[in-house]
């Protein structure tokens, strides 16, 4: 019987055509620049969609009231922000639905819908329908299809979100005229999901945007100022979101660094490799092969493309290749280590120390043993061979104190400034004192 009313509780209500005609579906936030983009496609095609961006304490604690405290933290914020929604008043809640996004891969993150469908059921809100967001066809609703052409637009979100992403990064800790930065950011990404409708998905458009996009953010007055550059890495959620991170980027910039974070092309391509890998190394699925590998190279391409243009602007560092990631992590781990974000994790370590980003935040949520693995657990043999790297985990969980993570945080700066200075006296270079401005850019 236990097992009956469990599998009831597991039932999914499909999201209908009917549905999508008047139904709001709430979108948790984890990347703010990128989800507004991917919003706007899905706004064009006659979806009403809408990205979450509460945030506070009652988030976790609407978590916790449903969800084991065992559970990856990552789940419990996202739960417990749908749940804190459906209960602020603000939505008709028989007219709203949620997203979730699965991967599809071994990790737990494919069984959340699962938990957040009993989450919902505790809440006295079974009948909300759950959507799955997945390209590995995990379940169907009817009203709520990833077309060919919608996923065409969500890639070339990517590639927009990573740029305005990683521009950001660059500017903002620089800028004259504090908020200019961001004031862009948000123009843009209102202006480029405009242009994806109106322009349909073509590359060369695509390209032609990315030098509009460089052209506009190099006007942005910069002084120019030696900063210590900390990369951010880990666990997907809690790497990107400002809910998951307690702010983390805002923190660095508030704290004098320069912030760098490995875009998510990035991860879209590590789950490709994923699937290539379970047929290299189990035979599985051989039919999917040619298709896998013809998106791998397309998507490859396309992402020297981008670096290429990047180069040939010169105003921004661009991003490092995949094919070279892929290269930096193989004397470490072999790319069969898949579960979360397995050897990407690492790798990316790798890619920031070489990219001279030598300082390093790994966020780490509770109960994620895969990450415990290739990040915390892979520190040592890194920096073992790479003596320059300044790595700190830095644990995110519900009970986790957010001034015991900034203190390690701080603690990392302070040894990322006094290895700087060391190597400006190396250099002969006299180090200069932090926010000084000397000179203007742009
Ligand atoms: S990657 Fe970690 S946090 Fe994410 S689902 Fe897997 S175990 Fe949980």
């Known amino acids: 019987m236990k097992g009956v009313k469990l599998l009831e509780e597991r039932k999914y209500i499909p999201f209908t055509e009917e549905m999508r005609k008047d139904y709001t579906i709430l979108v948790p936030n984890m990347l703010p620049r990128h989800f507004k983009l991917f919003l706007q496609v899905f706004k064009n095609y006659g979806y009403k969609l809408e990205l979450l961006e509460t945030s506070g304490h009652r988030i976790i604690e609407s978590g916790l009231k449903y969800v084991h405290n065992d559970t990856c933290y990552p789940a419990i914020l996202v739960i417990g922000q749908f749940i804190d929604a459906l209960n602020s008043g603000k939505y008709d809640v028989h007219k709203t639905a949620l997203i979730l996004f699965q991967t599809g891969g071994g990790c737990r993150a494919s069984n959340y819908i699962f938990l957040l469908r009993k989450a919902l059921e505790k809440a006295g809100y079974g009948f909300v329908p759950v959507i799955s967001f997945n390209l590995g066809g995990l379940e169907n609703h009817p009203g709520f299809r990833l077309t060919v052409p919608i996923l065409h637009r969500l890639f070339y979100a990517i590639i927009y979100g990573d740029m305005l992403l990683s521009l950001v990064n660059q500017c903002k800790p620089y800028e004259v005229n504090k908020g200019e ?90 789950c490709i490799v994923s699937n290539l890998t379970d047929i290299w190394l189990y035979g599985l699925n051989k039919l999917r092969y040619p298709v896998l590998k013809f998106v791998f190279n397309y998507l490859v391409k396309q992402q020297k493309e981008i670096i290429a243009l990047m180069k040939e602007d010169g105003n921004f560092a661009p991003p490092t290749p995949i094919e070279h990631t892929m290269e930096l992590i193989k004397d470490f781990m072999g790319l069969g280590t898949k579960m979360g ?86 250099n002969g270079i006299k180090a200069e004192p932090e926010n000084e401005k000397t000179e203007i850019l742009a």
């Open 181 to 270: 930065t961001e004031r862009l950011a948000d123009e843009l990404t209102v202006e480029l999901a405009d242009k994806m409708q109106k322009e349909g998905v073509s590359f060369k458009k695509v390209k032609e945007n990315c030098k509009m996009i460089l052209s506009r953010f190099a006007e942005i007055e910069r002084v120019k100022e030696k900063k210590v550059k900390v990369g951010v890495v880990g666990e997907i959620y809690v790497k990107y979101s400002p809910l998951g991170n307690n702010n983390l980027e805002q923190f660095l910039i508030d704290e004098g660094a320069e912030v760098v974070v490995p875009g998510l092309l990035d991860f879209f391509m590590y």
């Open 341 to 426: 974000e397995g050897w990407l994790l690492p790798a990316e370590m790798l890619e920031l120390n070489d990219e001279g980003v030598h300082n390093i935040v790994c966020t780490q949520p509770f109960g994620c043993l895969p990450n415990h693995i290739c990040g915390k657990g892979m520190m040592k043999p890194l920096k073992e061979k790479n003596p320059d790297m300044n790595i700190v985990a830095i644990d995110y969980d519900s009970g986790a104190s957010k001034v015991n993570q900034e203190n390690r945080i701080k603690l990392m700066l302070a040894n990322a400034r006094a290895n700087m200075a060391e190597k400006e006296r190396e």
